[in-house]
């Protein structure tokens, strides 16, 4: 079966697109319809510039969260919606949408889609693919409308029944896809201390960010050690990167009278616990992430610069490259030739696979912050947050979103872009792989 | 030979001790040594801290040049002829010197003390060290001699004989060893524009951070071709990173009224390759650092982490290791299996330890901001930089180095010391090497 994906295959095509590309080019046209219907007056209830309708939808599309205007005032339910469609849209990807449509025509998936199917997940194995988008679509109706139920509870006798349903609704989607948009201009920060909003929030965004394959691995094995490799790794990085954060946040901020200080005990374990969580891809604040101490931000920019699950709604370099890069140079320093853990090896593809990564992604935000430091007039940490925040399509911001100048959100946009797509798939879009024709001999090079 | 080089060989030692261990506490020795003399009184016009004295120390036998006192001023000739001495002390190596005592003493040279060379001078080859460090002693007195001749033709028709040859002498070695010490509070501002002074200084740090193997291989090869590979990436590496850095600062500064706009355009084109040149790890400034762009900034913090050459008197995480990184990520891109560069193939374990070089650097300068970013109340930019100066011994700094706090300066001494010992030194001395005891099958990761 493998064989027959032939390079045969894409010439013969009319229109030379690899499967990135097709990708690529399917974020941008629903950033365009989305740009457009946000640019529609029954969206707005004061008109926006159409630079600031393109940034709301790649931003929704590419579940990122960064706003340059208020989402809760400035878009009509009309707009919001339009928001929570693009949001869903981008979060489960577009292939699965694609699969879902064929589906429903009734025709039988190709050979093609299902690539297109795979690079969106960063499947390796083409088999059991279009069961697990079925799977996907299932499971994913099922978590929201669980997560939708519990919101409601907690919020229609606050707000009445089509106010607090529909706050539910958006915040359900929102917090599933990692998106980050809330129809507060201060997020979550009224609920900071209120337990099913925690939980429900951090649950939906947790689950929707850890990647797919892991829970439908969980869900199969419910047994750790017969788990694969990958979520071996997933579940134990996850759970140890949010506890060190936890852990230093809540010390960080205990005594900052802007943020934690002033809030009793429970409250403050609970805002330490989300501000720890969000920052991998989520977006969502319960406190006022701008008056966080400069070690805390610090702190943040790392967990956004990680990010979440391969085959997730969540973006970054990955847990999993971040804990393969550890364990490559702790296997170095101990002078062992193979990086184990959980008593198996990791491929030298992966680990090298791991530092491209690392440092096109290091690049790419080297680049752009040098880029805004240029057109931006604030403080260089406040940039740094916001272009780290962008790559990771967290959505976090120190307040910067709004007063970004026109290059810098065209900037942000891209950025958002390329934080989605994933700095590899663009990378190999733009370079096309090729045989090595000579074999040269090796030769020493002192480093370090 | 390098059969001889048993485990026993250590086993049978009374302290068990490995070279890059006896190297680290070789430096703390003349750390101690250094600020026992600072601390008195003849070598202050004013008492300083022990603190301060351990922080001098530590700054000139590491060759970083942050002050955080002014040399010029504070100290007498006394003391800055201490500390003349603990520049060149560092920058030739503690081993060059003990190599030198040994051969005074008429001695043969042992094995050990051979291994001690070795790593002091990140050489693979045990013969002909001794002969190299020899060669090394002769061209640096050589070229110390020249640098001296032409900048006291510069200095002693403006100060006199006495202390225009003393100015010569003392940044003659602080140039060479790329120490970054001045006498001026201002460095060179105040020849920012003469071409001998910037001719003079910039050739004595360049030559003495490009790594002296390189420096032997182009005597003895004069044709580009027929270089080491390692010679061949680092001119090169060396030549377009320069080149890169010289246009970025030219324009960046070009208006910016507090450093190169107010200048004539010769003095510009002067001014901006000074500091293009200056953050790889010479130190000097001719312009007011803090007082130059951000951009420009960001840009220097990427130079100063990137360093100079291996066996050199340059720190940071050298040239080579950044450019063997970007060719593998290059070749990952490509598709292909082996980093390829002038006909030749880099060794996959170059590829792994240059990995390992910039988790553990980008790990230590992290830990490092982070404490920093508790315990000072700096903008983040200037703690940013002063941190990374530190780590690449480099010595620039936005003003911050005498504001800050008493465990600000501990934490940048130890942080000076890491970065001229080397995080991969300084991390085997942590970790020895140990034999894998299990071969474990490959499992695949997603990582991206
Ligand atoms: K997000
Ligand atoms: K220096």
Known sequence: MRKFISTNKWKGSVIHLSPPQVLALGFIAFIFIGAVLLKLPVA???????????????????????????????????????????????????????????????????????????????????????????????????????????????WVPEFGWREGMYQSLFHTISAYNNAGFSLWSDGLSAYVGDPIVNIVITSLFITGGIGFTVLVDLWSKRNFKRLTLHSKIMIVGTFSINIVAFLLIFVLEYANPATLGSLPLSDKFWGAYFQAVTPRTAGFNSIDIGAMTTPALLLMILLMFIGGGSASTASGIKVTTFIVMVLATITFLRGRSETMVFNRTIKLQTIIKSLAIIVISLSVTFLVLFILTITEKAPFLEILFEVVS??????????????????????????????????????????????????YPEEEVFTG
């Open 44 to 154: 707005t209830t004061s008109s926006i510039s159409w630079l600031d309708a393109i940034f709301t939808a790649t931003s929704a599309i590419t579940v990122t969260g960064l706003v340059v205007v208020d989402t809760g005032t400035v878009y009509t339910v009309f707009g919001q919606i339009v928001i929570m469609c693009l949001i869903q849209l981008g979060g489960l990807g577009l292939m699965t949408f694609a699969v879902l449509i064929v589906m429903m025509l009734g025709k039988k998936i190709g050979l093609q889609q299902r690539i297109l199917i795979q690079e969106s997940f960063n499947q390796t194995s083409l088999g059991g693919l279009v069961r697990l988008v079925k799977i996907l679509l299932i499971f994913t109706l099922l978590l929201e409308s669980i997560a939708f139920i519990l919101l409601s509870i907690s």
């Open 390 to 439: 962008a790559f990771g399509t967290v959505g976090l911001s120190m307040g910067l979103t709004p007063e970004l100048t026109a290059v810098g959100k065209q900037v942000i946009i891209i950025m958002m872009f390329i934080g989605r797509i994933g700095p590899l798939t663009l990378a190999f879009t733009l370079a096309r792989p090729k045989k090595s024709p000579i074999k």
